[in-house]
């Protein structure tokens, strides 16, 4: 790995997945990914002591890295299995992306800021991570690279973003959504059981960032 890792930062990942652990996070998976992947990396060096906190933290372009927490429950909520397609609508930095790499996913991920897609690009490389990078507006999927296993948006979203993501799932897939408004959304697991049925559960409220766009909150 081209990033500088030390057994201080190897010691605080370990203590943050104690704490996701402590949260309720019971996905031995995800657990690992969290407590291989640094996240320190897509932090200035001043703000080291930060990344290892459960906390979500500003980025560039006015952006954020999810929290751990938020990473982790969604990660869970995706069921990644090994070779799996996995789009991911908003790369911000790039550790969720990260995440779903270790699980063993083939990652899409589109991002809407195109410096952001390029800082994450950059970075994964060093990290020796490879995913697929686009810059664009992944409100209305990427049905060019689909059918997918799996969706994953990091964003909020108004409900009108599920349909056109749905139709790029494969039967069997899972669309991971955070829906509602622009200050509080629901966290939504739709999974398409057949071409002409879905099922929905919702779970805990999360506040993102919004998703811009075709189907987003415009800009
Ligand atoms: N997954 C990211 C990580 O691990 O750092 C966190 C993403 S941040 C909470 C949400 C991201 O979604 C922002 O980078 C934002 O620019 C991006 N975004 C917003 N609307 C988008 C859209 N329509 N298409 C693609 N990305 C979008």
């Given at each position: 790995?081209?990033?500088?890792?030390?057994?201080?930062?190897?010691?605080?990942?370990?203590?943050?997945?104690?704490?996701?652990?402590?949260?309720?996070?019971?996905?031995?998976?995800?657990?690992?990914?969290?407590g291989t992947v640094p996240r320190h990396v897509f932090f200035d060096e001043i703000f080291d002591s930060h990344a290892y906190q459960d906390k979500a933290f500003p980025i560039a372009e006015g952006q954020t890295i999810s929290?751990?927490?938020?990473?982790?429950?969604?990660?869970?909520?995706?069921?990644?299995?090994?070779?799996?397609?996995?789009?991911?609508?908003?790369?911000?930095?790039?550790?969720?992306?990260?995440?779903?790499?270790?699980?063993?996913?083939?990652?899409?991920?589109?991002?809407?800021?195109?410096?952001?897609?390029?800082?994450?690009?950059?970075?994964?490389?060093?990290?020796?991570?490879?995913?697929?990078?686009?810059?664009?507006?992944?409100?209305?999927?990427?049905?060019?690279?689909?059918?997918?296993?799996?969706?994953?948006?990091?964003?909020?979203?108004?409900?009108?973003?599920?349909?056109?993501?749905v139709k790029q799932l494969k039967v069997g897939g899972k669309l991971i959504i955070p829906v509602g408004d622009l200050k509080s959304q629901k966290?939504?697991?739709?999974?398409?059981?057949?071409?002409?049925?879905?099922?929905?559960?919702?779970?805990?409220?999360?506040?993102?960032?919004?998703?811009?766009?075709?189907?987003?909150?415009?800009?």
């Amino acid at each position: 790995m081209g990033v500088k890792d030390s057994y201080k930062h190897k010691g605080m990942r370990r203590s943050l997945v104690r704490i996701l652990r402590e949260k309720g996070i019971v996905n031995e998976g995800v657990l690992e990914a969290i407590g291989t992947v640094p996240r320190h990396v897509f932090f200035d060096e001043i703000f080291d002591s930060h990344a290892y906190q459960d906390k979500a933290f500003p980025i560039a372009e006015g952006q954020t890295i999810s929290q751990p927490y938020t990473v982790a429950f969604q990660s869970d909520l995706l069921d990644v299995k090994p070779g799996a397609k996995i789009l991911e609508v908003g790369t911000g930095s790039g550790y969720q992306c990260c995440i779903l790499l270790e699980l063993g996913a083939d990652v899409v991920t589109i991002e809407y800021k195109e410096k952001l897609s390029m800082l994450a690009k950059q970075m994964l490389g060093k990290m020796g991570y490879h995913a697929h990078f686009l810059v664009g507006d992944g409100s209305n999927g990427y049905p060019q690279l689909g059918p997918y296993d799996g969706i994953i948006v990091t964003a909020g979203a108004p409900i009108r973003a599920i349909d056109p993501l749905v139709k790029q799932l494969k039967v069997g897939g899972k669309l991971i959504i955070p829906v509602g408004d622009l200050k509080s959304q629901k966290m939504l697991r739709i999974s398409k059981i057949s071409e002409q049925q879905i099922v929905q559960e919702e779970f805990n409220n999360f506040a993102f960032v919004p998703l811009l766009g075709d189907n987003g909150w415009k800009n």
